[in-house]
């Protein structure tokens, strides 16, 4: 009988780790055992309670998998107790870029097994929020993905270009290898193209401002977040068993307030979680009238020297702004005629899908867009398609404009035309986004004398100009601002998305300028309870 007790009890304490100290010591051993099957129902109940009350006291609780301490690789595990059985659920499962380590950390693990996951939640279509989405579902992950419409039709744009790219340089490099003139790692493919589709097929698209009913339990809206077409900040309304309602806001990237072609992030009136980027959260961008003077100075001197000017830009948004204020400069006659090339089907894709969304765009880039239609003879802009007429471009020794994705030189068609370009004195290259550590926009921007593409040195004699002004980004004082929509302070607020300095920075002004106790920078893969 009292064998048969403790069998059964141990049992219940391998699988109600709640009950453990209760059975820590010899008089409840001794007192189970004697005093029959009703005192064992009794404390069977008041286990049972005992575990109950436990779970209740279970706070929800954040994993950062990446965009801790970093710009890419934004991926939040949230776990939480909802009608006794712990659920979990992500938000955005973004790709980790620049080198070796990016590579890494894309082939690690999740912590729980991703047929575990119930839903992502993606708060826009950059690579470094989406990118690794087709690696997820191949792992198991069966579940719907919420994303605005726009960014939905982004994605069928964006992952099977990725999947493209990792092949195309896997293949290059392959050859390479063959004719003994690769050095360095061998690139690595993170998933097909058929993983892509499968990975489409799961995504729900959503409206802004439309609140849906994940489950009973979870109810989320998109609000506009003005970073990218389809950018949107995360609210999700959450009530955990035994706890109040809870509001989770997930910033997403916060565009800059007045930027071209979106309109300004939406405010948030009340949280209690607050997750905000800070990529820029430790400087301030320089006007828009500042940037295009420069704009326009670098471009003058190029045209008059007969060089080319090579913009590496993301293929969504930031070509489009690009394309937008050169137009806007035209327009203004403070640039002549100018010969344009989009060399990039991503960003040709994109600039149509930004046409489609014409109502979504803030109102001075609609009425230039207009006004360009309205003279389409004031640029010569073509977009290049396929890869022959893309070569054809090497020939052009001066008085391009050639804009080409990726935007950190990374990958793409913008490394042959760095490859062609970089030995000209005579070429500028414009960098306009952030360049992350270990890229090679990064090292171009660290003005290194040579750089090594295509597994062989190429000099740098062109000249590397920073327009900074551009970001997609709010600087410091936007995501300030941001931050001060909510009227009461958040119960914690945690700071992702930024470099280490820019996140200590930007922590330390939301503590000081607007008198917020808890605020966190996590660290990747640690827990917090919130
Ligand atoms: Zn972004």
């Given at each position: 009988m009292n064998s048969l007790y403790k069998d059964f009890l141990v049992i219940t304490l391998i699988h109600k780790p709640g009950v453990r100290i209760l059975f820590d010591t010899r008089e409840t051993c001794s007192l189970v055992a004697n005093s029959g099957i009703v005192g064992f129902c009794l404390l069977g109940l008041a286990l049972e309670f005992e575990l109950i009350q436990r779970e209740y006291a279970k706070k929800m609780k954040i994993q950062f998998l990446g965009a801790a301490g970093e710009v890419t690789g934004s991926r939040h595990l949230v776990e939480l107790l909802l009608n006794g059985k712990t659920r979990h659920f992500m938000v955005d499962y973004g790709m980790f870029q620049g080198g070796r380590e990016a590579t890494n950390k894309n082939l690690g693990v999740m912590p729980i097994p991703p047929k575990e996951l119930d839903f992502v939640v993606l708060t826009h279509a950059h690579i470094d929020h989406s990118g690794l989405l087709p690696r997820l579902c191949a792992q198991g992950f069966k579940g719907p993905i919420y994303c605005t419409t726009a960014t939905y039709e982004l994605l069928k744009i964006l992952l099977p270009d990725s999947a493209h790219l990792q092949f195309a340089d896997l293949e290059r490099a392959e050859r390479k290898i063959k004719q003994g003139k690769w050095r360095g790692e061998i690139p690595v493919v993170l998933y097909s193209r058929e993983e892509v589709e499968m990975t489409l097929a799961q995504i729900e698209p959503l409206e802004y401002g439309q609140v849906i009913n994940l489950n009973p339990k979870i109810q989320l809206e998109f609000r506009n977040a003005g970073h990218i077409l389809g950018s949107a900040i995360a609210v999700l309304d959450i009530q955990e068993d035994g706890k109040q309602k809870k509001r989770c806001v997930f910033s997403g990237d916060i565009g800059m307030?007045?930027?071209?072609?979106?309109?300004?992030?939406?405010?948030?009136?009340?949280?209690?979680?607050?997750?905000?980027?800070?990529?820029?959260g430790d400087r301030l961008h320089r006007s828009l009238s500042e940037t295009e003077s420069e704009l326009v100075d670098v471009i003058s001197t190029t045209m008059s020297a007969h060089g080319n000017v090579i913009i590496p830009a993301f293929a969504v948004g930031r070509t489009q702004e690009m394309l937008f204020l050169l137009m806007d400069l035209v327009r203004k006659s403070k640039l002549p005629h100018l010969s344009i090339w989009v060399d990039s089907p991503m960003a040709t894709a994109a600039t149509h899908l930004t046409q489609h969304f014409f109502s979504q765009l803030d109102v001075q880039s609609q009425a230039t867009f207009s006004w360009f239609k309205n003279n389409p003879d004031s640029l010569d802009l073509r977009f290049i398609a396929d890869v022959e007429e893309s070569k054809s471009l090497n020939k052009i020794k001066g008085g391009a404009i050639i804009i080409s994705a990726s935007g950190m030189c990374d990958a793409g068609r913008i490394?042959?035309?760095?490859?062609?370009?970089?030995?000209?004195?005579?070429?500028?290259?414009?960098?306009?986004?952030?360049?992350?550590?270990?890229?090679?926009?990064?090292?171009?921007?660290?003005?290194?004398?040579?750089?090594?593409?295509?597994?062989?040195?190429?000099?740098?004699?062109?000249?590397?100009?920073?327009?900074?002004?551009?970001?997609?980004?709010?600087?410091?004082?936007?995501?300030?601002?941001?931050?001060?929509?909510?009227?009461?302070?958040?119960?914690?607020?945690?700071?992702?998305?930024?470099?280490?300095?820019?996140?200590?920075?930007?922590?330390?002004?939301?503590?000081?300028?607007?008198?917020?106790?808890n605020v966190i920078i996590p660290e990747r893969l640690q827990i917090y309870e919130c």
């Open positions: 307030k007045g930027k071209v072609l979106m309109p300004d992030p939406d405010f948030i009136s009340a949280a209690d979680v607050v997750v905000v980027e800070s990529t820029y490394v042959h035309h760095l490859f062609n370009n970089l030995p000209r004195k005579q070429t500028a290259i414009i960098i306009t986004g952030f360049q992350a550590y270990g890229s090679l926009g990064r090292r171009l921007v660290d003005k290194v004398q040579k750089v090594r593409l295509f597994g062989e040195d190429v000099p740098v004699k062109a000249s590397v100009h920073t327009i900074g002004g551009l970001s997609a980004h709010a600087d410091q004082a936007g995501l300030l601002e941001w931050l001060r929509g909510f009227t009461l302070p958040p119960k914690i607020t945690f700071v992702v998305h930024g470099e280490p300095e820019s996140a200590s920075v930007f922590a330390q002004c939301i503590r000081e300028d607007l008198g917020w106790k």
